[in-house]
């Protein structure tokens, strides 16, 4: 049976068009998936990520604890509520998942995690907690809603709470805040900005309420996910997964190296790959003809070898098809994608295609 958010019933009062995502019954759209894009990208729109897992880590131990399960270095984060972006590794290299830690205090670090992942991530982080200090606390007694898009933060404040404005209007991109019950990270899944902000899930529906009568459209599963392409933001179970490595997921930059003594859960399958040589990199991908981009089609890479698209979309900002693409580290600046039998043609680019609502490439 499928899981329902607090916002459920909010979904259907304002709309939404429900499907199964990862367990979870949640809106698609609201109507029109193109209009929530562009709302995001020229406005602001609101998501539901109360699906997503966050988790409380606390204790005397628990700075050493993600030094060792986190391929980043929370030492990295010295002011509270610097937050962090992370793999979570198994020993082979793979990608468990990919998360934001939050440093509040010495004892006190805030997790969010991925919900189709859920159940896997708890039983490695228990399983890896063995022999230190630490306390894990799965916070089920809190909703979380992104506020998104270029007039995002000036509108969420209208809606906060008095108390809760006067702690995040001066918030810095990628700190979050606590705010007693409440709890606001400057930080997203759009490549806008804005805020995701948790709050206890018996006050979630009326601040829905308040962020709309504001002007905060809501927004579905498939805006968030066409915005996060065009960010060049990688999807796990798709651009990642546990058979895939950092080094080939375009995400080499999240690794820690420093200090040589950190050994986090697998550095060495992750620093052999890297000495004998990676052999792939993730690409960006924007098809030069008519035609759909989508994950697991073949990607010839004339005179080189081929690979395969990871994600792919029609790109409502750019008015063309978008992918990502694990191919072969020689490839250049073109190849072609198999599409429906034919071979098209396709410009291969850094993997970040919209920045500030304009395209990157161009």
């Known amino acids: 049976m499928s899981q329902q ?101 010495d004892n006190w670090y805030r997790v969010v995690v991925n919900a189709a992942t859920r159940d896997k991530d708890m039983a490695w982080i228990d399983q890896q907690s063995t022999g230190f200090d630490i306390e894990i606390n799965e916070r089920t007694d809190l909703a979380m809603i992104a506020v998104q898009g270029p007039k995002a933060r000036e509108k969420a404040i209208e809606a906060l709470p008095v108390d809760v404005v006067e702690a995040v209007s001066e918030l810095e991109r990628f700190y979050g805040c606590d705010c007693g019950e409440w709890f606001v990270g400057r930080t997203g899944y759009t490549g806008e900005d804005g805020f995701e902000i948790m709050l206890p899930d018996t006050e979630a529906p009326a601040f829905w309420d308040r962020l709309s009568e504001v002007g905060v459209k809501p927004c579905g599963l498939g805006a968030r996910d066409t915005l996060r392409l065009e960010a060049g933001m990688n999807l796990y179970g798709t651009d990642m997964t546990e058979n895939t490595s950092p080094l080939i997921s375009g995400l080499g930059w999240t690794l820690a190296w420093e200090p040589e003594s950190r050994d986090f859960i697998g550095r060495k399958a992750i620093q052999k790959e890297r000495e004998t040589g990676v052999q792939q990199k993730l690409v960006g991908l924007v098809l030069e003809g008519k035609g759909v981009l989508r994950g697991h089609q073949k990607v010839i890479v004339e005179g080189i070898g081929e690979g395969e698209t990871t994600s792919g979309t029609f790109s409502p900002t750019l008015k063309q098809a978008i992918a990502f693409a694990r191919v072969p580290k020689e490839t250049g600046d073109s190849c072609e994608v198999e599409i429906r039998g034919k071979r098209l043609p396709a410009k291969v680019i850094k993997p970040v295609f919209v920045r500030d609502g304009k395209p990157t490439w161009q």
């Open 5 to 105: 958010t607090v916002l459920y019933d909010k979904h259907i009062e304002y709309g939404g068009k429900i499907v199964d995502f990862a367990g979870w019954d949640m809106p698609v759209n609201y109507g029109s998936q193109i209009e929530e894009h562009n709302r995001v990208r020229n406005d602001a729109g609101m998501f539901d990520v109360s699906h997503m897992t966050i988790i409380d880590l606390t204790g005397e131990g628990v700075k050493a604890f993600l030094q060792k399960l986190l391929a980043n270095d929370v030492d990295k984060l010295k002011h509270s509520g610097k937050a962090l972006y992370s793999c979570m590794l198994n020993e082979d290299g793979g990608v468990i998942d990919d998360l934001i830690v939050y440093y509040m205090n």
